[in-house]
């Protein structure tokens, strides 16, 4: 069970195939606008009402792009999303009643484990970020960044009773209705026992090391990847490819902007200025480029794609953060909100970008800059490599194989 954006579900395609190798019979439950990528992987599939990109180009969705702080962002996200639980609880409980067990992502495992409580079912959270409170680092909903010890931990905190907040309508009305205790006071002592649960995380070690003061059951087991079982490019993709130098690769994947014309002309005039071509993916942005070094494309596996160009510019959600890493190819990352920030900083801190260029105040010259430090410094070129190299030899399924064998037992 996921919800969210393509970025929050593509990586499910991929675990739930691995998992339906291994003989598991495996339904995704997620938005119903996912359904051609939930099908063409193979899988099972329940929709979820609510879509995403709707949410995010309605009037209270671009309220997000007038908050400066991750705080302020978060305030705003709340309320979409407590709104959006309760449309979706009624399918969540349809699709779990039909399950033998739970592999519940970060967007609804409060939700989901108190079904799953109600229904006599186990259950595991499958997190693509590290959500839990530790004194290595600031929560990577709020960006990221090191506050010191003690502050990175109450923030952590802090944020998890903000994830109460979503839930603390949602979890009572479930419990009601499949017959278990319901007094409001216990919401969130309740949310809290189910967050205790164990936690597989999607995500590689070398990335995100497993902080030292997490509790057991909190586990990094490696990424999860889209399922691509062909990994063709469209023809003109492949034309462009051979028609010269290797491209650069620029896509903000499912982040929505104000000014979606105005921010293509800056991509295009920094590639110009940097002397490279561009690859540039609509995306939920809208982004558009024209001309003979120029191409615009729609959805392409990044699987295929990346590794032929010779950065990729992406907004550092997780999961194109992953498929940048596992490239071996040099990244500029462009963060948006919420978590961006935290994988931006991961990629500067790795060595395979120069630096990151959030979007607020984004300038031609400030992309350009680091256009040309990405492609043309070799250290960030060697990082990548090598790096990728190690992300590719990991195994992100077999761990949760190993975790839902413990689960059933």
Avoid at 92 to 119: N, Q, R, T, W, Y
Avoid at 284 to 294: F, I, K, Q
Wanted: aromatic residues 4%; proline residues 8%; glycine residues 14%.
């Amino acid at each position: 069970m996921t919800a969210g954006s393509r970025g929050d579900v593509a990586p499910f395609t991929g675990l739930g195939d691995g998992l339906a190798r291994a003989g598991h019979e495996v339904t995704l439950v997620t938005h119903g606008c996912f359904a051609p990528l939930v099908v063409g992987s193979g899988l099972a599939f329940h929709p979820l009402p609510v879509d995403p990109r709707a949410e995010l180009e309605s009037s209270r969705g671009r309220g997000l792009h007038r908050s400066a702080t991750g705080v302020g962002k978060m305030t705003r996200a709340v309320g979409m999303a407590r709104a959006a639980i309760a449309r979706m609880t009624d399918d969540l409980i349809a699709a779990a009643e039909k399950s033998d067990a739970l592999l519940l992502s970060g967007s609804l495992s409060p939700v989901g484990h108190a079904i799953a409580e109600a229904l006599s079912l186990p259950s595991m959270g499958a997190h693509l970020q590290p959500l839990f409170p530790t004194r290595e680092f600031a929560p990577p909903l709020l960006g990221g960044g090191h506050w010191g010890a003690a502050a990175n931990r109450l923030a952590g905190h802090g944020v998890n009773l903000a994830v109460e907040r979503v839930f603390s309508a949602a979890v009572p009305a479930v419990r009601t209705r499949l017959g278990l205790a319901s007094a409001r006071a216990g919401t969130g002592r309740r949310i809290r026992a189910g967050l205790r649960r164990p936690v597989q995380h999607g995500f590689s070690p070398l990335v995100v090391p497993r902080p030292r003061d997490w509790r057991p059951g909190l586990e990094v087991c490696g990424y999860w990847w889209p399922y691509d079982r062909d990994g063709r490019l469209p023809t003109a993709l492949e034309e462009f490819l051979d028609a010269g130098p290797a491209p650069v690769f620029v896509g903000l994947g499912s982040a929505t902007v104000p000014d979606p014309g105005g921010l293509s002309e800056v991509i295009v005039r920094a590639l110009r200025r940097a002397g490279l071509r561009g690859v540039i993916q609509r995306g939920w942005s809208g982004l558009e480029a024209t001309g003979e070094d120029m191409l615009t494309v729609d959805e392409v596996p990044h699987s295929a794609l990346f590794g032929r160009t010779a950065a990729v510019v992406h907004h550092a959600g997780a999961g194109t953060t992953g498929a940048g890493l596992r490239a071996g190819v040099p990244a500029v990352p462009v963060p948006v909100q919420f978590d961006e920030g935290f994988w931006a900083d991961r990629l500067v801190g790795l060595g395979v970008a120069p630096c990151a260029v959030p979007l607020r105040g984004l300038t031609a010259g400030m992309l350009a800059e680091a256009l040309v430090r990405a492609t043309r410094e070799p250290v960030h070129r060697e990082r990548a490599r090598s790096l990728g190299a190690l992300i590719r030899a990991e195994d992100g399924v077999t761990p949760v194989l190993t975790a839902l064998d413990r689960l059933a037992g």
